[in-house]
């Protein structure tokens, strides 16, 4: 109300400003001055301020400057425009379905701050549970206590061959039967599969190879086929990409969070995009 005097100039028209009587402005700011122990203004009139209430009047602005600072900050935190987001995701989530997600999020909100941690499942579902990260994109072969795991995207096996592999010439989806044991490279996610089939590969295969980054070498540079989850395998001029017959030849990428937990509104926002994003490549895939 003091503020508003000084800007008013006069007690009738800054009541008008607040909804206060002249008579009750004068009681307030009396009431004010008594307080501070010295007159805010000349005279009683209210038109010029005193020492005290030039002093008084730069420090109410800068509060109250502050205040509406602190109160926008908060708006901005609560809907999701500010703060900081911490995602972990398997190493083909990571590559292939959150680049788009991070775009889209740096789109809307560009002040928000992403943490993203490439990890493999075990680390996903650990740093979940363990709070240093907000969510997880991961497979769990078993659940986790504490961690709700939310089905995001059935990523389909497929069969990786050099690019003039006779494979290539089937001209149908890829049987089982159809690959060769000692051709076959092994990798960690073969383990997955409960496929008589698939254990007998992974048993006459010749060779294991758990980077995905090296395995990927080894089959462009000819030494076999392997199969891989397909959003863990990028385009490449040296490479083939094949359909598996086995319709069940899957893993389900999860979303992983804390049960009972809020999120912030940034990570909210950021999980939102994620799981808009995975229904959009399932769609396209499908």
Not at 10 to 34: H, Y
Not at 247 to 264: D, F, I, K, N, V
């Amino acid at each position: 109300m003091f503020l508003a005097v000084v800007d008013a100039g006069e007690l009738a028209q800054a009541g008008d400003r607040v909804g206060r009587t002249p008579a009750a402005l004068s009681m307030t700011l009396k009431q004010l001055e008594s307080e501070l122990g010295g007159p805010l203004f000349e005279g009683e009139r209210k038109i010029r301020l005193s020492p005290l209430g030039i002093y008084v009047r730069a420090h109410a602005q800068r509060a109250i400057a502050e205040y509406d600072s602190a109160v926008a900050h908060m708006l901005r935190y609560a809907s999701g425009a500010l703060g900081t987001a911490k995602v972990a995701a398997v190493p083909s989530a990571a590559t292939r379905l959150l680049p788009r997600v991070i775009g889209q999020m740096r789109r809307q909100y560009p002040q928000v701050r992403v943490d993203l941690r490439d990890i493999d499942s075990a680390a996903v579902g650990s740093a979940v549970a363990s709070g240093a990260v907000d969510f997880g994109v991961a497979t769990l072969p078993e659940p986790l206590p504490g961690i709700l795991a939310e089905p995001l995207f059935a990523d389909r096996f497929v069969l990786v061959c050099p690019a003039r592999h006779s494979l290539t010439k089937l001209g149908r989806d890829v049987r089982w039967k159809d690959i060769d044991a000692a051709e076959f490279i092994a990798n960690g996610l073969c383990a997955r599969f409960n496929v008589p089939e698939v254990a007998a590969l992974v048993e006459g295969s010749l060779l294991t190879v758990r980077n995905t980054t090296s395995l990927l070498t080894f089959v462009e540079q000819g030494f076999g086929v392997t199969i891989l989850p397909a959003l863990a395998v990028p385009a490449a001029d040296g490479l083939a990409i094949l359909p598996l017959a086995d319709q069940s030849a899957a893993r389900s990428l999860e979303l992983l969070t804390r049960r009972g937990e809020t999120l912030s509104p940034a990570s909210q926002a950021l999980l939102g995009l994620t799981r808009t994003a995975a229904a959009e490549l399932a769609l396209a895939w499908s």
